[in-house]
């Protein structure tokens, strides 16, 4: 079987742009591979945050995992800061990284920018953490979001120069995109982002959900209910091929945009009810699970304890070919 590595950081609330840009893809993908998941804890230090807020934060992450359909008793689904090998791969991988080449990184810039008072080693060298998170199991595909695309070369990019350097050691992987790799949020300006706050929250109520829905920008051409719009200048068109079937998508919303045959609102109602379809019984998984979350626990326990062993001849195999195996005769 071949490997399939991907993680996300533990932010709190799922966003839509998360499920339908990823997570959703991970639940059907979790049976052709030998699958890792990762909640990233140790990525998410990188920028300011509470330390108490931190265990919860993983426990919801997880919980929101298995609620979407990642089991946690199939699928290895764990906690990185409980596989060391992470961070000492990291270094190794450090050491054959141009600083350049990191400081290029998109989004490094983008959070650097962001966070301008904490712009931390760490920081920089998120990527390589990323390298040899998929890199320890030997990953060879990884689904992610469009964002993502970008490390996922430059992890091919470390494989390369290590396999280079110390002999053939690790697979190039590849990124796998869904058909919506990049979600736009609410504001229709950016992609769909907790520290944009223009998110869709994946466990939100229905009423939650609507009083973001229903203030969100459509085709500015739409001023008034008569007016005919374009459904590809629309962002809530956009969010309409997540969820809405054939051929309602077509026949109802695209055409009845064009005509005019419907107006926004009734066009976003639309888009409500077919969302709330989908995320109304994640929601109530979550429930059930967030009452007993010891069983999950247990999984992750297990799941750790798996990835140690996996990592762990990783870097033995890694050292060996560095030089750094315990060779010595006394
Ligand atoms: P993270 O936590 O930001 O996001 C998790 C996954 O969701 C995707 N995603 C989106 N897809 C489409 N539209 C959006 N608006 C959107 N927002 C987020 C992301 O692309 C990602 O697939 N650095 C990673 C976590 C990571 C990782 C890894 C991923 C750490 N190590 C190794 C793959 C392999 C991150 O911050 O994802």
Redesign the pocket.
């Known amino acids: 079987m071949k490997v399939l590595?991907?993680?996300?950081?533990p932010?709190g609330l799922l966003?839509i742009?998360?499920y339908?840009?990823?997570?959703r893809n991970w639940v059907s993908l979790q049976h052709q591979y030998r699958t890792y998941i990762?909640v990233?804890d140790l990525?998410a230090i990188t920028i300011q945050y509470e330390p108490r807020e931190m265990p919860g934060a993983v426990q919801e992450m997880v919980l929101q995992l298995a609620a979407c359909g990642i089991d946690p008793e199939k699928t290895l689904l764990f906690v990185q800061s409980e596989v060391p090998g992470h961070a000492d791969l990291t270094w190794t991988f450090n050491t054959i990284t141009p600083l350049g080449e990191l400081e290029r990184m998109t989004q490094f810039k983008d959070k650097s920018a962001q966070h301008r008072k904490n712009v931390n080693v760490g920081l920089l060298d998120?990527p390589v953490?990323?390298a040899a998170?998929?890199l320890i199991y030997k990953?060879e595909v990884?689904?992610?979001?469009?964002?993502?695309v970008q490390?996922?070369e430059f992890t091919r990019e470390v494989a390369r120069r290590f396999n280079a350097r110390y002999g053939d050691t690790f697979p190039e992987c590849e990124a796998l995109l869904t058909a919506?790799?990049?979600?736009?949020?609410l504001d229709g300006q950016a992609?769909?982002?907790k520290s944009k706050d223009n998110t869709i929250g994946l466990l939100e109520t229905r009423e939650e959900v609507w009083a973001k829905l229903s203030v969100a920008p459509t085709d500015p051409a739409r001023v008034r209910r008569s007016d005919p719009g374009t459904p590809e200048k629309c962002n809530i068109y956009s969010y309409h091929k997540l969820v809405t079937p054939e051929p309602q998508l077509s026949q109802t919303v695209a055409q009845g945009c064009r005509t005019a045959g419907i107006g926004c609102i009734d066009c976003k109602k639309l888009f409500l009810d077919n969302l709330m379809k989908e995320l109304d019984p994640i929601r109530e998984r979550y429930g059930q699970l967030a009452a007993r979350p010891e069983k999950v626990r247990e999984a992750l326990d297990a799941n750790a304890a798996t990835c140690r062993a996996d990592a762990g001849r990783t870097i033995l195999e890694v050292k060996e070919k560095m030089g750094l195996a315990r060779t010595w005769k006394i």
């Open positions: 590595f991907t993680g996300i950081q932010t966003h742009g998360n339908f840009g990823a997570v990762s990233v990525h998120y953490l990323q998170d998929i990953g990884v689904p992610v979001g469009e964002d993502q490390h996922v919506s790799p990049r979600i736009m949020g992609k769909m982002s």
